[in-house]
């Protein structure tokens, strides 16, 4: 007794340090084996816009249904049928599904698989093969058989060395940039739709100064040739008028040509064949009321709120994950698997006799493989670098687009407000021109180059306004829009 109590002391301390190895090489693989845990970059974004302070405002800036900003119903109308129908949005939607499905099936991989089987296999045997020609000629030999088979089986890969983690991990990423994506989409077609609007409007007003102008001159070509016919102008005055009014004329063209263009590129956008709501649009409106902003959002708050950078930080921790996944691939990979089973000759309930389990531990490790998994670890890390000037280049434009957009919305607000001014005089100069003409106190020459003034001045803030409506538009897109 004495001596068996000594030799099970010696045999426990000689089983001990394997087992301890065998955990500290696990512990190891688990603690080192799955690469850089996930810090996002550090902010470079400057402290505020350059431009943000000469943008007055007389209300806060409010991002969610920026649109409706505008107090036209028919922009409103607009927006909400673009966020309901276009492709491109459903489209999006659909690849954030895809995204998903993709990190739920990383996530699965995690877990064990369980798989139920049942066959039936009916045999003739052949009497010329090789196992037939010895058995036929044992007693009870059966040359036609049928075997019956079930069972349930599991297996699991044991993510030891963090590769399987980092995968769900890197696929997880994916999906939220997906989605982050997905909310681009969604801004870039409502300011989309918003800009087709204002273009749309912009050449209806366009339009119909030009049309007033049409009148006026064809007024002043009647004027011309009455005057002719009793000699008091001449032939030269009447093809001035004929020129000035050809000239107007020419404008039009163009002009419907914007209005049908920006009309296509609606319908396109609320997901229709062009032409299928043109006509809602097709008498002019009143002049759009366009909101003053306030751009109290500091340039680190696109960091949370434009979807491009949102994307690009996603796609970043992404690659990130990534290096773990190939640098897993320089561990031993383990498996587990099980079977239990039935296997017999005949249909009858299974019993002990034809129970059939089955066990395995299965082992893969790349040891020599010419070094493809430095490669992979080294394109995994050349992928991360590349993600990350990917997200430092996104914050940049997204500074450069808001700064972008508040120096032309202060500019375009700036030239309107001197062109109204212009206008006014412009109409002042014109009817005194007209009337010194009708009193023969002036040649018609004075009055068509005052009227060509007037049109161009009328032309260009018709353009300013629409300019200064796109630039408040490309504000709240450059700023995240709403979602």
Known sequence: MKTSKAVMPAARLSRAPKALLGAAMLLALAACAAGPDYAGPASTMPKAFHHAAPVAASAPLVLDAWWTHFNDPALTRIIERVLAQNLDLAAALARVEQARAVARLSSAALLPVGSVSAQVAKE????????????????????????????????????????????????????QAAEADRLGVR???????????????????????????????????????????????????????????????????????????????????????????????????????????????????????????IAAERRLAASNARIGVAIAEYYPKFSL????????????????ASFQPLALVGLRWRLFDFGRVDAEVARAKGVNAEALAGYRQSMLRATEDVENALVMQTELDAERRELIREVDANVRARDSSEDAYKGGATSLAEVLEQDRQLLAARDQLARAQTGSGRAVVATFRALGGGW
């Open 337 to 352: 698997s099980a079977l239990l089973g039935f296997e017999s000759l005949s249909s009858a309930t299974p019993s002990s």
């Open 124 to 175: 003739r045997q052949s009497l010329q093969s090789e196992l037939g020609e010895l058995a036929s000629h044992q007693p009870g030999y059966r040359r036609n058989a049928t075997l019956y088979s079930d069972g349930v089986g599991a297996s699991w890969e044991i993510d030891l060395a963090g590769g399987l983690g980092r995968g769900a991990e890197a696929a997880s990423a994916e999906a």
């Open 187 to 309: 801004v870039s077609v409502a300011a989309e739709a918003a800009d087709a609007y204002f273009r749309v409007r912009g050449a209806q007003t366009r339009i119909a100064l030009a049309a007033d102008e049409i009148k006026a001159d064809s007024d002043l070509l009647e004027l011309v040739n009455l005057r002719l016919k009793e000699g008091m102008s001449t032939q030269r005055e009447q093809a001035q008028a004929e020129a000035r009014l050809a000239q107007v004329k020419a404008t039009i063209p163009p002009l419907r040509a914007e209005r049908d263009v920006q009309l296509n590129r609606l319908d396109v956008l609320m997901g229709a064949q062009p032409g299928t709501y043109a006509a809602e649009l097709a008498e002019p409106a009143a002049e759009a009321s366009i909101p003053a902003l306030a751009v109290t959002l500091k340039p680190e708050d696109l960091l949370r709120r434009r979807p491009d950078v």
